[in-house]
């Protein structure tokens, strides 16, 4: 069992005390303190077991050997930045670009999701010369003041909306405006964004960047409708704007049949920038920005220095590296398509004894079950999923978590070597906890919580 410094009680009220209040813990009611870790588990102070269906961040598996020790490897060896030339920085740029589209060749490296995305933006107002964004509703895109500017979930509940920010429908085929008996969702939710192209310009203003996760997740687990993100790009470049997929939950295999989310919307798109975190390191800071020749000149024409202290070291390199051959080596994108495909199977089946159970969806390990009170309305329950959740933590040592703009998907992104076994035992934990509240005639949404 790993040493623990202070008791559990001790922790908690330096916490209280120490550590910003905003900076939210799970289970806040009754927090659970987690002291080693390995693959899929989670061992709190006590050794007891918890299964992590969250941390698509420790996406080969928590403290993976393989990891560690290139970590430990190269940090025994030499940690500079990326003013000297290494041999690491450029190996790993060129594993990279191997997973990409060849127009995808120019690489920086930085060290959050979020400084991913505030270079690309600085990368696409710099090329085309404008200003504004267009984002999906619901998108969250990271904490800096500018990525909240352009992540709705965020600014609703700030300042607002700013005027060079325009904000398109969710393409949600379960709940958003054109839905699973439409045609064709993926043109028609592309339209909106050529709607609001319209509009832009009508306010004699310009559109720098179109931002989209490949498949949005704070949105509520979402898969894009077929052809929506080619019409999408297609509109934005004749509005001389940049297409830039966030693939910083997405990336790295998590949907198993392609190495990035954006893939999914066939071999005929290729956006102009990507973004990348999260998985990447497997916990180690490390995250990336991904363009073209023409937009990377553009930004080198303007004279200034880019530099980051961290981005693109040596160690964050190796381990990096590490997570690649991991990936490979232990088939873990084909790992993620069969015990995906195995974990929707049974949620499915679980939505055919459920009412509760409004929608399954999801790809790999990217899966989410959307709660509902009512089928026909299909409206959110999401006093049943945070119950579902605290059910799970507290009877089963399960740790889920809640999504989309009604906090009523449980959703699955654990690391990527969960076993079938897991997801059995995870749907069988859900049977149980659904079929008591249907028995017991509990009436959740109800309830004060
Ligand atoms: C889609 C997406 N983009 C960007 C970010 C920001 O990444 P980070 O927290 O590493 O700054 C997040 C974080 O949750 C995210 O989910």
Known sequence: MAEEKLKKEETLVMRLKLIGQSCKLFYSEDPVKITRARGQYLFDENGKRYLDCISNVHHVGHCHPAITKAASAQM???????????DNIVLYANRLA???????????FVNSGSEANDLALRLAQQYTQHEDVIVLDHAYHGHLKSLIDISPYKFRKLAGQKEWVHVAPLPDTYRGMYREDHPAPGKAYADTVKDLIEEVHKKDRKISAFFAESLPSVGGQIVLPEGYFSKVAEYVHSAGGVFVADEVQTGFGRTGSCFWGFQLQGEGFCPDIVTMGKPMGNGHPLACVATTVGIA??????????????????V???????????IEEEDLRGNATRVGTRLMDLLRKLQAKHEIIGDVRGIGLFVGLELVTDREERTPAPKTA?????????????CVS??????????????????VENAELVVRCIDCILTEIKTSGLKLENEDM
């Open 386 to 398: 945070a119950w579902v959740v605290k059910r799970l933590k507290e009877d089963d040592r399960i």
């Open 76 to 86: 025994d060896l030499l940690n500079t930045n990326t003013r000297f030339l290494h």
């Open 316 to 326: 964050s390199c190796a381990v990096g590296l590490a997570v690649l051959d991991v």
């Open 98 to 108: 191997a997973t990409l589209p060849e127009k995808l060749g120019v690489f920086y």
């Open 402 to 419: 809640t999504d989309g703009p009604w906090e009523n998907v449980l959703k699955f992104k654990p690391p990527m070597c969960f076993s």
């Open 297 to 314: 000149e553009a930004f080198t024409a303007n004279q200034v220095e880019y530099f980051n202290t961290f981005g693109g070291n040596p």
